[in-house]
Every structure is written in C-alpha cells, then in structure tokens.
C-alpha cells in the first residue's frame, strides 16, 4: 500500500526525497520504496521520519480507516 500521506507530509514540509533521506539517514531510495509502498521501515526508522517531518506515527502510519473501506467491499 503507498505512503501517500508521508509523501504529502514530506510535500507539506517542502522537502525532496533526498532531503528527508538526508535527515533520517537513509538513502533517496529507501524513502522512495517506503512512499512507493515496497519497503516496511522499522519503528526507529518511521519515528526519524515522524520527528523530521513534524508529525507522529499515527499521522503517517496508522491505516485503521484504509483497512476498513478495504474489509467492506
């Protein structure tokens, strides 16, 4: 499933790929998989994310509400 709300969090802070990659010290590529939806990241990892883009780990990582609209169909 893609990360779109990291990505949008990450657009929102007006930073590219590398520059979160950067921060949270991983590759531009790592982030890309994580947004693409072909990479787990572990919880140390999500909670650099988190921190570097202002936000918590519900903000970017709950689905509760997807899983739902998915279960119902």
Same mark, same amino acid.
Do not use: H
């Given at each position: /499933?893609?990360? !779109?709300? /990291?990505?949008?969090?990450?657009?929102? !802070?007006? /930073?590219?790929?590398?520059?979160?990659?950067?921060?949270?010290?991983?590759?531009?590529?790592?982030?890309? /998989?994580?947004?693409?939806? !072909?990479?787990?990241?572990?919880? !140390?990892?999500?909670?650099?994310?988190?921190?570097?883009?202002?936000?918590?780990?519900?903000?970017?990582?709950?689905?509760?509400?997807?899983?739902?609209?998915?279960?119902?169909?």
């Amino acid at each position: /499933m893609k990360n !779109k709300k /990291m990505k949008l969090a990450r657009i929102n !802070k007006d /930073m590219s790929q590398e520059d979160l990659a950067r921060r949270v010290e991983v590759t531009r590529q790592t982030i890309g /998989m994580i947004e693409a939806g !072909k990479f787990n990241p572990s919880l !140390k990892l999500c909670i650099a994310i988190c921190r570097a883009l202002g936000v918590t780990l519900n903000d970017l990582f709950w689905e509760e509400d997807e899983i739902y609209e998915e279960s119902s169909r």
